[in-house]
């Protein structure tokens, strides 16, 4: 423990310590896990409308994205659409006449872990949207509302409280995910923390500041949300 205290200069901000290194990691986790959220949201939005008013091959294909996406592993999906995804698309640039390209890490990192998030966003989202009363729904449809119209007034809204507590769930799996693209070798939080332990083997005290970052993150996106929660539910009973 004396020397957890000794090397406590490793997270300086000057000359020597890690400090400016691990906020940059720590930026580079909030950059990927709020872009991967946001595509998981998207193709949640339009998995979940898809399984419940698309045709019936759109429904089977919706169906086995979700299954797949939920049953594989994080990791060696992350693996299999980072190396086989970028080697589809190189291929095909290819086969057209175009040069491959190098594909950012960045958005790799949020394309994959997008791809992830919105299979477990669909059925949070189906979920809610089931849950909102039918009556809200025909009601719109007897005053002509149209069906964009349906889903941004009355459905979207409905729903929220429902989804909510699923999606922040979301919120913080998607920033622990992050952690996995140093498997290829992003630079994020994780990886810096484990550089910064390799180099100066202090690995006790670099991986309890992570955690302590990590915490911050969760403390944080718990009061959003459960003010996010609060706003959605104006007007409703208190729940006991």
Same mark, same amino acid.
């Given at each position: 423990? =004396?020397? *957890?205290? @000794?090397?406590?200069?490793? $997270?300086?901000?000057?000359? +020597?310590?890690?400090?400016?290194?691990?906020? /940059? !990691?720590?930026?580079?986790?909030?950059?990927?896990?709020?872009?991967?959220?946001?595509?998981?949201?998207?193709?949640?939005?339009?998995?979940?409308?898809?399984?419940?008013?698309?045709?019936?091959?759109?429904?089977?294909?919706?169906?086995?994205?979700?299954?797949?996406?939920?049953?594989?592993?994080?990791?060696?999906?992350?693996?299999?659409?980072?190396?086989?995804?970028?080697?589809?698309?190189?291929?095909?640039?290819?086969?057209?006449?175009?040069?491959?390209?190098?594909? =950012?890490? *960045?958005? @790799?990192?949020?394309?994959? $872990?997008?791809?992830?998030? +919105?299979?477990?966003?669909?059925?949070?989202? /189906? !979920?809610?949207?089931?849950?909102?009363?039918?009556?809200?729904?025909?009601?719109?449809?007897?005053?002509?509302?149209?069906?964009?119209?349906?889903?941004?007034r009355i459905t979207i809204?409905?729903?929220?409280?429902?989804?909510?507590?699923?999606?922040?769930?979301?919120?913080?799996?998607?920033?622990?995910?992050?952690?996995?693209?140093?498997?290829?070798?992003?630079?994020?939080?994780?990886?810096?923390?484990?550089?910064?332990?390799?180099?100066?083997?202090?690995?006790?005290?670099?991986? *309890?500041? @992570?955690?302590?970052?990590? $915490?911050?993150?969760?403390?944080?996106?718990?009061?959003?949300?459960?003010?996010?929660?609060?706003?959605?539910?104006?007007?409703?009973?208190?729940?006991?």
């Amino acid at each position: 423990m =004396s020397d *957890l205290f @000794a090397n406590l200069h490793y $997270l300086s901000f000057s000359d +020597g310590g890690w400090g400016w290194n691990l906020l /940059r !990691g720590l930026a580079s986790t909030l950059q990927i896990a709020l872009g991967a959220y946001a595509l998981g949201m998207f193709i949640g939005l339009f998995g979940a409308l898809g399984k419940l008013n698309g045709s019936t091959p759109t429904r089977w294909l919706l169906e086995i994205y979700t299954t797949l996406i939920r049953a594989v592993p994080e990791l060696v999906l992350i693996l299999l659409l980072y190396y086989a995804g970028t080697a589809a698309i190189n291929h095909m640039l290819e086969s057209m006449g175009f040069r491959p390209i190098d594909i =950012s890490g *960045l958005v @790799a990192g949020i394309a994959v $872990l997008g791809i992830v998030q +919105g299979a477990y966003a669909t059925e949070v989202i /189906r !979920g809610a949207m089931l849950a909102v009363p039918l009556g809200q729904i025909e009601a719109a449809q007897a005053f002509g509302m149209s069906r964009w119209k349906i889903l941004r007034r009355i459905t979207i809204p409905a729903m929220l409280p429902f989804a909510l507590p699923g999606l922040s769930n979301l919120w913080l799996i998607v920033t622990k995910d992050t952690a996995l693209l140093a498997v290829v070798g992003f630079s994020e939080l994780a990886l810096v923390t484990r550089q910064a332990a390799g180099s100066t083997r202090s690995y006790l005290m670099f991986f *309890l500041a @992570a955690a302590c970052l990590y $915490l911050c993150i969760t403390l944080i996106s718990n009061q959003l949300f459960r003010y996010l929660e609060k706003r959605s539910r104006r007007g409703q009973p208190e729940l006991v």
